[in-house]
């Protein structure tokens, strides 16, 4: 099945009939026009005409200003592992909250926050926080260099840790490490770029460079596993890494306390020298933190670098470890501690990736769904591969340009055709299952997802 030349914005159904659905929601995104670039606050909320304006949520579901209700995979940008408003969370904020949202000074939750991380990660042997998972990255890749003393960090294509100098070539574009605009020639060359999955091209740089702090990567794979990587990368990386004294980071933004309790280290049985956390730590509110060994983290500590007659690193941040972010993942991180919220959360995306990928073969489609843990992906097949079939997909086998190079034009229509259909996922058309989501929801979301696939057959999108 190939794509057939789409219809402009002008005359397209599916666009004409998300306006009729959607005024509200329509209203705003002209406001909003007005006030911020594209009208949104985060490029991955960019929809063409707009997206919905939500009003509020519960669970697995979500409402938007026009009163209409979807099932959620944008999940919070991965946060949401216990769904929208958990019980057990709003709790502790609505406790947290009248004491104060600013101390400019310690407070007994962030002892607790710190406990919490180290009963899920043993590793953690002492943890730093910051506000987002961007500072966590950066505070990961300051430490290394000066703990090694070595100025050029390692990444994979595709991956992302952020949107800071270091780290803003080869996760959409310039895959070849030039500078993105407004990035410096010498910040971007002191991040080489190695494709995903080769660990000979690992060894034949750090056997020729000595130049090397660390190497950061995403342990599940770019976007939680869109151009996926196993345990056995992570074992070999882990090997290369020790014998060439260079520091390992699990870049656990996203896979940290969502694929196992213990996060891509504990499933892989790996143990990195520094961990970046954010996201699910934070239980759905703004918080991240950097964790690892003592021996590193204490350039960080005034005690430590005056005995060892050292300039320690600086890090200020109003924001680190704000009282009502520490509340929220306290209380998240003991859910995931004391239930199954995992393995359910993980089931489910199973079930899902099953369903999707027999309604697109009934639908003789030849795109696949694929993931791992509570992650689902769809390949849109953007080449026509003759071979692609839904029931027997390997994405080991697909070069990272396709998994990541789905049609912008479809993958606009599409997602805007899945809100038609109650459906919010991610710009990739896949998203995060929690332990919120039922069986109903997924075969709801299996439903949602052919009739989408229908209206774009219908608008001549798909032949």
């Given at each position: 099945m190939a794509l057939a030349a789409a219809p402009s914005a002008t005359n397209s159904r599916i666009v004409a009939a998300w306006r009729e659905a959607s005024p509200a929601s329509a209203a705003l995104a002209a406001e909003a026009a007005t006030l911020l670039p594209s009208g949104i606050a985060h490029d991955a909320r960019h929809v063409e005409p707009y997206g919905p304006y939500i009003a509020h949520a519960r669970g697995a579901h979500k409402w938007d200003v026009d009163g209409r209700r979807y099932i959620d995979y944008f999940g919070g940008h991965g946060a949401l592992i216990l769904g929208h408003s958990h019980p057990a969370i709003t709790a502790a904020v609505a406790e947290a909250l009248p004491e104060g949202t600013q101390f400019g000074a310690n407070h007994p939750r962030e002892i607790a926050w710190a406990k919490a991380i180290q009963r899920l990660v043993p590793a953690a042997e002492r943890i730093r926080f910051t506000a987002s998972g961007t500072e966590a990255t950066l505070l990961a890749v300051r430490l290394a260099r000066a703990f090694t003393g070595q100025p050029v960090l390692l990444r994979l294509?595709?991956?992302?840790?952020?949107?800071?100098?270091?780290?803003?070539?080869?996760?959409?574009s310039h895959f070849d490490g030039t500078p993105t605009?407004?990035?410096?020639?010498?910040?971007?060359?002191?991040?080489?770029?190695?494709?995903?999955?080769?660990?000979?091209?690992?060894?034949?740089?750090l056997r020729k460079r000595r130049d090397i702090a660390a190497l950061i990567y995403e342990p599940t794979g770019s976007s939680f596993g869109q151009v996926p990587l196993d345990g056995a990368y992570a074992r070999g990386l882990r090997d290369l890494t020790r014998k060439y004294g260079v520091l390992l980071i699990f870049?656990?933004?996203?896979?940290?306390?969502?694929?196992?309790?213990?996060?891509a280290a504990e499933a892989f049985g790996v143990t990195p020298d520094l961990f970046t956390f954010a996201k699910v730590v934070a239980g759905g509110l703004p918080g991240a933190a950097v964790a690892g060994r003592r021996e590193i983290l204490d350039l960080l500590d005034f005690t430590a670098m005056d005995a060892a007659g050292r300039e320690k690193i600086g890090h200020p941040g109003t924001f680190n470890a704000n009282p009502v972010s520490a509340a929220a993942g306290i209380a998240c991180l003991a859910v995931l501690a004391e239930t199954d919220a995992n393995a359910v959360a993980s089931a489910r995306a199973a079930t899902l990736r099953a369903g999707l990928n027999e309604m697109l073969?009934?639908?003789?489609?030849?795109?696949?769904?694929?993931?791992?843990?509570?992650?689902?992906h769809l390949f849109t097949n953007p080449r026509h591969r003759p071979e692609v079939s839904p029931r027997d997909f390997n994405a080991m086998r697909i070069p990272v340009a396709e998994l990541k190079g789905a049609d912008p034009a479809l993958v606009?229509?599409?997602?805007?055709?899945?809100?038609?259909?109650g459906v919010d996922s991610n710009p990739r058309l896949g998203g995060f299952t929690s332990?919120?989501?039922?069986?109903?929801?997924?075969a709801e979301t299996v439903a949602a997802y052919r009739a989408a696939i229908r209206l774009l057959r219908e608008e001549g999108e798909v032949l």
């Open positions: 294509v595709g991956h992302f840790h952020g949107w800071h100098d270091q780290m803003a070539s080869g996760y959409t605009p407004g990035v410096l020639e010498a910040v971007a060359s002191a991040s080489p770029l190695l494709p995903p999955g080769d660990l000979d091209a690992v060894e034949a740089v870049d656990e933004v996203i896979t940290g306390f969502r694929v196992a309790r213990g996060g073969a009934a639908e003789g489609l030849p795109w696949a769904v694929y993931g791992t843990y509570s992650g689902f606009n229509r599409m997602r805007l055709a899945l809100f038609l259909n332990a919120a989501h039922s069986e109903a929801d997924i």
